[in-house]
């Protein structure tokens, strides 16, 4: 049944939505390709931290720490030891992986909001670190990355969504398989889930190391799509705030609910753009808005009401 | 050789000694009970067990390998698996789902199951009575399936040793026979139970054996039969004897010289409920002015969500009378105010307060010169909340908060006293000392009591009048003096 | 049952699916509307939110209606597209594209923070449009337009790069802080930010030969809130003039050094000092402080300068910052480089604007060329291109450097110490 | 070394003394309400700068300005209790156990809303307020303006009445017990829902206080909030959540290890050991510095 769920899933939602944005790029600018490209690397986090928020319970305040792994890890790979595009994207993604379990190391000790704290500490500490070592990462104003996946606004925009499509059929296939099942156990009891004969840290590692994977390698990808990475762009608090909001406006707990999320977000910022720096306060009044309303997101205002207490 | 034998196990948290060199064993095909009241050890020992908290010292040897302090999914490997009293079933998969939850095998490379593991999960839910609601989701489901799916994910693990912590609380009569035979269909299928309950009766007949608990050491241990009859059990459950207990009505002689029929609290509650399930129906209770009432059951028969709905914490169907006046849906501060003090089992004191304050606030509303007079009374009612009046409230031993919440509640100067579970895990001394506080404040001011407990002899001693809840539901109600007669060792 | 619950499950992601179609199709037919005719689109981003962001708006808008009432370029008027970048580089990327595939804009000007010209720069190459930065100062942008001539030559800088600040600097300390004062010895306050590391260096090296002895070297973070502690080693070498490079940090840094009595006058570039909003910002705590920037209360760097500032002080009803100098001027020199090139293509663009000369308020403009360190980078012409240096003085900026734009003399706060 | 002695001494009780105003109205929101506001350093930022603006443009003066801060700080408060926080913990759609995180979400987006709109409203560089009084105190080498020593006085009193408001006066002490158990209070005859209108209330008040000693004391603007949140946030998680006397040591340990970091160390790293220590405490007790059980 479960495997059902998943073809029937890939026949619906992939075969039409992807269809209609395999063909964007003919009818769209460069500019809404651009912003979907964006928008489908936020999605990507999202997903990821869903995974981590939605399925394990792990309460992550910081999942730029491992965005920002990733991001750095490929930028200063390429900028500073000149190794070309991909082998930095696999060099970043390993970072974010070492620190996707570095962060897990606390996550098995502590909980809610005291994990959520150790997470916001990693966070300003890598932060600290980029500003420490300015000589090798620009410090605030991050690096230049000379080499690019590709410049053509198409080729970018399908190198983001096929990505996007990857990360979401894989995080998805996880979460409704057995494993999601389990970890979403042991984020609801991790007691009850060990004695069902589960260890628990070896799920809480595996969902740690499947996050950092994807958001990590979202990060590098992303440097290389926009020629530079700087705290601003995937450290800071600001882009974890984005995240979240994309998770909870989408829906959490559905994978697919993050990248509507997302979608959302970008978008409206760039629809809201002409009211200037009060379009940032307007999404997220919208967002809250969405929250009081429609506490399951834009996923659950389409699910039927009842099946749930 | 038995299948689970535990030697000297002991657990110390701080300054408790909640399990002190405990030993048992268990046979395959056997059921041990695991018995002694609250905060005896007995939930302690099954979390040793199964690795949930980590053993200071004993053996648990299971098929002679010693599992003690190895980590709770290897015990389950090695075949032990246990129904928790409260556990958290998924609430977004289906009752299917749950059940299939715990018939994965532990790995990450098996990303979908086998679809054997749909028929064994259908299979299981049959055999415990699931099969009708495989397809729902558990916030849908009555109380009492909820624990049928706790226990087909036990079950499902297919366990050589079985631990069901407290399987029957909160189930109607009908439902606990049900539970006792899935019990008896574990001990055919050769598997080894053990099951912690709170008394004697209600397992007698399902066990064979029983280990009895009080404050962390085993007191008993032998054949159902042999342990109702031991002597230092029936001092722990009902200090010296039930005859002796209701044989005390220096109560009755109270109410005569009060001499008063004035209804103080009428209560009609028809319904009360937490999401869908119903905690308590058509429960009507009275208690006239310096009268004192109580409420007698097990734990989970509803008796702290009776004084929670009286004091308008949760919302009811019915209506609740104070001397007359309805004040369903005046709040808790209102209903409190109107001189109704409730000592609730969680205590609720100002943890980081001193005594001192706790108490003052407890007498907000008197004058200066009334509250220092009242704490007077309550420093001399309780000697050692003199002593400890400067001392923050979470520094306080158990039996001392208990004490200062009885205290905060009586600088209230209430004229109805609601004492939920006021004995629930104290020593017999600090008992004591309640129990002649409450003697005093009766003897001496006639205010009103009701007392919920499961302490039958502190219920009986003290109460002229007795109500007996059971899941929800009003049992018997009467006199005190009749109530071994009428219901007797029924309820224990 | 198992068939009830499919459907459920495909209705709900059907409708997901739908509601993803409806909302990308809606927003790409109305990104698709919109196509500039008689117009010159040009673009002007920064964060509105900041002091200088805004003066980097508000310069625009007065170059553009001032061009506009003279009968725009060519008879063609500029209509401008403001972008609030909201200090985020995505943001201003997505901006930039925004404002070069949806608006058409010919080229786009501002740009404050160095950390968002940088993130720009790469995008300049791709979207082929002309960058001009005007407000951002990082020596990092003309290298990478340097190295990477071929990719990056769509932008250029009309603000005059750290090196070159630092070089003012101390023509100013040499005339003024030991000339005039008789100081000896200075100490480094400087921002840990990418734009001073240049500024640093040649302070290092320049502040010396001017006759200022480098006695100490202050860094701190961009956001430091408490410089009590800094101020307090200070005290330690005991400099006579703090040389600053300051953009970010704004009031704090002052108002602590105005409220713990520094005894110690501060000099040098500072981003934010050259608006009277700062002023404000300070409660006057900025009194007797010198401030490096590209023009200030009507000095007359160039004979434009002082009707600029009138103009625009009038109008906004504030001083200009440092790059509402150089953001009107870099209009301008896009008009020249339009006229020019009698095109608005961004090749051709890139080729008039390599080749424009022409005198703005904050100096004459004309760019280094592909071969120079500086590529891209506004021509520096000691003595000529040095801005001014002024003081503020009872609310006043009181010019104080070069000679000729003087308007008056240093005075010393009370608890700064004259030299022996 | 005496007269950095004296200036960490002086720096760290100012700093601690600011930190531990902003704290404790954190803490006690913490324990009555359950919530762990996102937006609270915003709160303290609306304060700041409404209270610059109101010295700076209007014929308020310091004192005015700072009072109408205050008041905008405590409307703030209430504004997020009666439209946000009740709804949202009143809300049948959403699941007892998932509340603390819609709560803490919603606390984020409202902190977002109001940055957004303070940028809007005062843009984005910072302000400091006007200083109370001019000139310095020199002593030890040392010198500490009297405006430093006056902020600090100023914190101490406000510490030293809220203090003595929730020891010895009756809504005082009802509040403080109302951070600890709500249940409790009502049980002895409080209207909990007023008991927690006045919190919110009492935390306006006292972030509103902290927020304009902070704009006075090192300067304000909206993109800060993010941190003085964090600062909070570390420093009741310390404090042992719902602590009010602990939040008090927390903010002092917190403000001195970041200033004799920043004095002995670098400025650049003043929060980084404090954040460490965080984290080492929270891997040896994870219940906070003070938190207990």
């Known amino acids: 049944m479960q495997l059902k769920h998943l073809i029937h899933w890939r026949s619906t939602l992939v075969l039409l939505a992807l269809i209609v944005l395999i063909l964007m790029p003919l009818g769209a600018s460069g500019y809404v390709l651009g912003v979907l490209t964006v928008a489908f690397y936020l999605a990507v986090y999202a997903m990821s931290w869903d995974l981590l928020f939605g399925y394990a319970g792990e309460v992550n305040f910081g999942p730029t720490f491992l965005v920002g792994l990733g991001a750095y890890g490929a930028g200063l790979s390429n900028s500073v030891f000149s190794i070309p595009v991909w082998p930095s994207v696999a060099i970043g993604t390993f970072l974010a992986l070492v620190g996707g379990l570095v962060l897990a190391g606390p996550a098995l000790r502590l909980r809610g909001p005291y994990f959520g704290l150790v997470t916001l500490v990693a966070v300003i500490l890598l932060e600290k670190m980029i500003g420490l070592f300015s000589s090798y990462t620009g410090g605030e104003i991050g690096l230049t990355i000379m080499d690019v996946l590709t410049i053509s606004n198409v080729g970018n925009f399908y190198y983001a969504l096929g990505f996007m499509v990857i990360a979401a059929i894989a995080l998805r296939t996880v979460a409704r398989s057995s494993i999601g099942l389990i970890l979403e156990a042991s984020g609801q009891d991790p007691v009850a889930t060990e004695a069902l004969g589960f260890n628990v840290t070896k799920y809480k590692l595996f969902a740690f190391a499947l996050s950092a994977l994807f958001s990590g390698m979202a990060g590098a990808l992303m440097v290389f799509y926009l020629g530079s990475a700087s705290p601003g762009t995937v450290v800071t608090v600001f882009v974890t705030i984005q995240i979240i909001i994309a998770t909870i406006v989408g829906g959490r707990r559905t994978i697919l609910g993050p990248i509507l999320g997302a979608i959302f977000l970008i978008v409206a910022g760039e629809v809201l753009r002409p009211l200037g720096q009060l379009s940032n306060a307007v999404v997220a009044l919208i967002a809250l808005l969405l929250l009081l309303f429609a506490p399951n997101g834009f996923a659950g205002l389409f699910a039927r009401s009842g099946g749930r207490a | ?492 | 049952m198992f068939q009830q619950q499919q459907d459920r499950h495909f209705r709900r992601t059907l409708s997901i699916t739908a509601l993803a179609l409806t909302g990308s199709l809606a927003f790409a037919t109305t990104s698709q509307s919109a196509q500039a005719a008689e117009p010159i689109p040009v673009g002007v981003i920064g964060p509105s939110a900041h002091i200088d962001g805004r003066a980097i708006f508000q310069a625009a808008e007065m170059a553009v209606d001032e061009i506009n009432a003279a009968g725009g370029i060519d008879g063609r008027k500029i209509e401008l597209h403001k972008y609030d970048d909201q200090f985020q580089a995505t943001n201003a990327v997505r901006a930039y594209q925004r404002a070069v595939q949806q608006d058409h804009v010919v080229a786009m000007t501002g740009v404050f923070l160095s950390e968002v010209g940088l993130a720009m720069q790469p995008w300049s190459g791709r979207l082929k449009t002309p960058l001009i930065i005007s407000g951002a100062a990082s020596t990092k942008i003309d290298q990478n337009t340097h190295a990477h001539y071929d990719r990056f030559k769509y932008t250029f800088h009309t603000f005059t790069n750290s090196t070159f600040i630092a070089k003012v600097a101390c023509d100013f300390a040499h005339d003024v802080l030991v000339g005039q004062l008789g100081y000896k010895t200075a100490a480094i306050f400087s921002e840990n930010a990418a734009w001073t590391k240049p500024v640093d260096a040649e302070y290092e090296k320049c502040l010396p030969k001017a006759g200022l002895k480098v006695v100490d070297k202050i860094g701190f973070e961009p956001n430091t809130t408490d410089f009590r502690p800094i101020f307090n080693k200070v005290q330690d070498t005991k400099p006579q003039v703090l040389m600053t490079a300051i953009a970010h940090v704004g009031a704090k840094a002052i108002v602590q050094w105005h409220q713990q009595q520094v005894p110690a006058l501060m000099a040098g570039a500072n981003g934010q000092g050259g608006s009277s909003a700062f002023w404000k910002a300070t409660n006057g705590a900025t009194d007797g402080v010198i401030v490096g920037t590209t023009g200030a209360a009507g000095a007359p760097v160039t004979d434009k300068t002082p009707k600029f500032y009138e103009d625009y002080k009038k109008r906004f009803g504030e001083e200009p910052a440092y790059d509402a100098y150089t953001e009107y001027d870099t209009i301008y020199t896009l008009k020249a480089a339009i006229e020019k090139a009698h095109s608005t293509d961004g090749a051709k663009l890139v080729e008039a604007l390599e080749k424009v000369k022409l005198t703005g308020v904050s100096g004459p403009i004309s760019f280094y060329g592909p071969k120079d360190a500086f590529t891209h980078d506004v021509v520096y012409t000691p003595g000529v291109t040095t801005g001014v240096y002024f003081q503020w003085q009872d609310g006043k900026q009181v010019a104080i450097w070069p000679p000729k734009l003087a308007q008056g003399k240093v005075k010393l706060p009370s608890f700064v110490k004259a030299a022996q | 070394m005496l007269h950095q002695l004296v200036e960490i001494l002086a720096d760290g009780f100012v700093i601690g003394a600011i930190f531990a105003l902003g704290a404790a109205g954190f803490t006690m929101i913490f324990g009555v309400s359950g919530v762990l506001n996102l937006a609270h350093g915003s709160i303290m930022v609306i304060a700041a700068l409404v209270a610059w603006f109101c010295a700076e443009h209007t014929p308020l003066g310091i004192y005015g300005g700072a009072l109408v801060g205050i008041a905008a700080s405590v409307a703030s408060t209430y504004l997020l209790y009666g439209l946000v926080i009740r709804p949202l913990n009143h809300s049948k759609r959403i699941a007892d156990n998932e509340r603390p995180v819609f709560v803490l979400t919603a606390t984020l987006l409202v902190a977002i809303i109001l940055q957004g709109v303070l940028d809007y409203a005062f843009g984005s560089s910072p302000i400091t307020t006007p200083t109370l009084i001019d000139g310095v105190w020199r002593v030890a080498g040392v010198t500490i303006p009297y405006s430093q020593i006056l902020i600090g006085v100023i914190a101490w009193l406000v510490l030293g009445a809220l203090w003595y408001f929730v020891t010895r006066t009756r809504p005082g002490k009802a509040m403080l017990a109302a951070s600890m158990s709500t249940t409790g209070l009502a049980l002895v005859g409080y209207d909990i829902r007023k008991v927690q209108r006045q919190v919110w209330g009492l935390y306006g008040l006292l972030a509103g206080i902290a927020g304009v000693l902070l704009a006075s004391f090192t300067g304000a603007s909206s993109d800060i909030a993010i941190s003085l949140t964090v600062n909070a946030f570390i420093i009741v998680v310390l404090g042992g959540l719902g602590n009010v006397a602990g939040s008090l040591g927390a903010a002092y340990i917190i403000g001195f290890l970041g200033t004799l970091t920043a004095y002995l160390i670098s400025p650049a790293i003043r929060e980084v050991p404090g954040l460490l220590a965080l984290v080492l405490i929270l891997y040896i007790r994870p219940q906070g510095l003070f938190g207990r059980h």
């Open chain 2, 1 to 492: 050789m038995s299948i689970l034998e535990v030697s000297g196990l002991s657990k110390r948290f701080g300054g408790l000694q909640a399990v002190n060199d405990v030993s048992f064993s268990v046979d395959r095909g056997q059921v041990l009970g695991l018995i002694g009241p609250n905060g005896s050890g007995k939930s302690t020992t099954l979390s040793l067990l199964m690795g949930v908290v980590r053993p200071d010292r004993g053996k648990i040897q299971m098929e002679g390998v010693d599992i003690a302090g190895w980590r709770t999914h290897r015990i389950a490997k090695q075949g032990m698996a246990m129904v928790f009293q409260h556990s958290r079933p998924l609430a977004r998969q289906t009752v299917l789902e749950n059940i299939k939850l715990a018939l994965l095998p532990d790995t990450l490379f098996q990303l979908f199951p086998p679809h054997t593991l749909d028929r064994r999960a259908h299979e299981i839910a049959e055999r415990v009575g699931l099969a009708k609601v495989v397809n729902e989701h558990p916030g849908e489901l009555p109380f009492a399936d909820l624990r049928r799916l706790e226990i087909a994910k036990a079950l499902a693990q297919d366990p050589a040793v079985l631990l069901l912590d407290e399987p029957f609380a909160g189930l109607a009569p009908s439902e606990t026979r049900e539970f006792a035979e899935l019990v008896r269909l574990f001990r055919e299928e050769d598997r080894a139970v053990i099951l912690v309950d709170h008394n004697v009766k209600e397992v007698a007949g399902l066990v064979d054996n029983i280990v009895a608990m009080h404050a962390g050491k085993r007191i008993a241990m032998g054949s159902p039969e042999e342990v109702t009859r031991d002597p230092h059990v029936r001092e722990v459950y009902f200090g010296s004897s039930l005859e002796s207990a209701s044989g005390v009505h220096a109560a009755g002689d109270r109410r005569a010289q009060s001499g008063s029929d004035r209804p103080l609290l009428e209560v009609e509650l028809r319904s009360v409920r937490y999401g869908l399930a119903e905690a308590l129906r058509n429960v009507r209770l009275q208690v006239n002015d310096g009268e004192c009432v109580s409420v007698v059951g097990i734990n989970g028969a509803g008796k702290s969500t009776l004084f929670k709905s009286i004091l308008d914490f949760l919302p009811y169907e019915g209506v609740v009378r104070w001397q007359g006046q309805a004040v369903t849906g005046n709040g808790p501060g209102a209903v409190a105010s109107s001189g109704i003090a409730l000592c609730p089992e969680t205590r609720e004191l100002f943890r980081y307060m001193s005594v001192r304050e706790n108490l003052e606030l407890g007498g907000h509303r008197l004058d200066n010169q009334e509250r220092e007079a009242q704490l007077e009374r309550v420093f001399d009612l309780f000697p050692v909340l003199r002593q400890r009046q400067a001392q923050a409230a979470d520094t306080l031993s158990g039996g001392e908060q208990q004490q200062l919440t009885i205290g905060r509640a009586l600088m209230q100067k209430p004229r109805l006293l609601i004492l939920d579970e006021p004995t629930l895990g104290l020593a017999p001394l600090i008992i004591e000392n309640i129990s002649e506080a409450l003697e005093r404040l009766q003897r001496e001011t006639g205010l009103a009591i009701l007392l919920g407990e499961q302490n039958l002899t502190f219920a009986l001693r003290h109460s002229e009048r007795v109500y007996l809840l059971e899941t929800g539901n009003l049992r018997w109600q009467g006199k005190a003096e009749n109530f071994v007669a009428e219901v007797g060792e029924d309820v224990l």
